[in-house]
């Protein structure tokens, strides 16, 4: 059974920046993209960006980009995704997911388990 | 980037009635949409890919139809634990976007 298993609850404080990490098991961790959604306080879900685990190229979504930087660690079957220059905008869930690079069907069909990060002064 | 609108943004009715919810793409996405259900304190979880595949597991209650950019989303005879937030989402380009979500409750 594939999962997904991230990191804990973040506290920082502006200005700062947070990493996230995602351990996936039970599949072959080069076959997925891993993708990070997030989701602010009673708003809805946010693409941020994805990982292709065995190239490690990255795609952001463009507000993103030169603050979020995605990498891999195939040894551990690992992603981390890290957020700079945060504000309180930047408080929300985050989750990574992931989406076949070799099956036919598209979606994210398994999700980690979300990681709170709060923004606060 | 692709807007993605649902409608409408909420929606009540009863147990055993047919729930219809509508995303639009701000362009033509061909089939490539997806739709996902998020109850309260969990993650999403997909229940249709290429607008009209059910995924695996899910109650065939669930169906989605449309290309283009007009696409719809059908609960046959709600039931109590479809209440939740449910998302279209688009993936035939990049950023990957997400509809503004629709809410289900019960009457």
């Known amino acids: 059974q594939a999962q997904l298993v991230q990191s804990g609850v973040e506290v920082k404080k502006p200005g700062a920046s947070v990493q996230v990490s995602c351990k996936a098991s039970?599949?072959?961790?080069?076959?997925?993209?891993i993708h990070w959604v997030r989701q602010a306080p009673g708003q809805g879900l946010e693409w941020m960006g994805l990982i292709n685990p065995n190239s490690g190229i990255t795609n952001s979504a463009p507000r993103f980009q030169g603050r979020v930087t995605m990498t891999r660690d195939t040894s551990t079957s690992t992603v981390s995704m890290e957020l700079k220059s945060l504000g309180f905008e930047d408080t929300a869930v985050y989750y990574c997911?992931?989406?076949?690079?070799?099956?036919?069907?598209?979606?994210?069909?398994?999700w980690g388990q979300g990681t709170l990060v709060t923004v606060s002064s | 980037d692709i807007q993605m609108t649902q409608s409408p943004s909420s929606l009540s009715a009863s147990v055993g009635d047919r729930v219809t919810i509508t995303c639009q793409a701000s362009r033509d996405i061909s089939n490539y949409l997806n739709w996902y259900q998020q109850k309260p304190g969990e993650a999403p979880k997909l229940l249709i890919y290429?607008?009209?595949n059910l995924q695996l597991g899910v109650p065939t209650r669930f169906s989605g139809s449309g290309s283009g950019t007009q696409f719809t989303f059908t609960i046959n005879s709600l039931q109590p634990e479809d209440i939740a937030t449910y998302y279209c989402?688009?993936?035939?380009?990049?950023?990957?976007?997400f509809g503004p979500g629709t809410k289900v409750d019960i009457k």
């Open positions: 290429d607008s009209s």
């Open positions: 989402q688009q993936y035939d380009n990049f950023p990957r976007t």
């Open positions: 997911a992931r989406e076949t690079i070799v099956g036919a069907e598209s979606g994210f069909d398994y």
């Open positions: 039970g599949y072959i961790f080069t076959d997925y993209y």
